[in-house]
Nanobody, 129 residues
Framework: QVQLVESGGGLVQAGGSLRLSCAAS????????ITWFRQAPGKEREFVAA???????YYADSVKGRFTISRDNAQNTVYLQMNGLKPEDTAVYYC???????????????????????WGQGTQVTVSS
């Protein structure tokens, strides 16, 4: 099992930057695939970015070129660097983790919040116009 704790959210003006962190417990962190989702008020939870245990990265079209996901297995942490923030990025951001079979981490899997067993509590990101 793994426990996840997000941090780094806050209030920022449009065009600004934030770096979110997702810190994990346990000594098997490197075997997990990690994904960031977000949920705005009244909307469904949506995929933002993912990094596999083999260091492949994937992004939603809405954040491609602005957000960067990375992981530091020595620190048991995944980061989401968010630049060029827009008001529509306002949401609670969650990190999720699971260990998928090799070759199974396709777009139909990593984009689905239903596939993950482990979740953090979320961190609020608010972007003012």
């Amino acid at each position: 099992q793994v426990q996840l704790v997000e941090s780094g959210g806050g209030l920022v003006q449009a065009g600004g930057s934030l770096r979110l962190s997702c810190a994990a417990s346990g000594n098997t962190f490197s075997t997990y695939d990690i994904t960031w989702f977000r949920q705005a008020p009244g909307k469904e939870r949506e995929f933002v970015a993912a990094v596999s245990r083999s260091l492949m990265t994937y992004y939603a079209d809405s954040v491609k070129g602005r957000f960067t996901i990375s992981r530091d297995n020595a620190q048991n942490t995944v980061y989401l660097q968010m630049n060029g923030l827009k008001p529509e990025d306002t949401a609670v951001y969650y990190c999720a983790a699971d260990s998928f079979a090799p070759g199974y981490f396709s777009s139909s899997v990593y984009k689905s919040s239903l596939k993950y067993n482990y979740w953090g509590q979320g961190t609020q990101v608010t972007v003012s116009s």
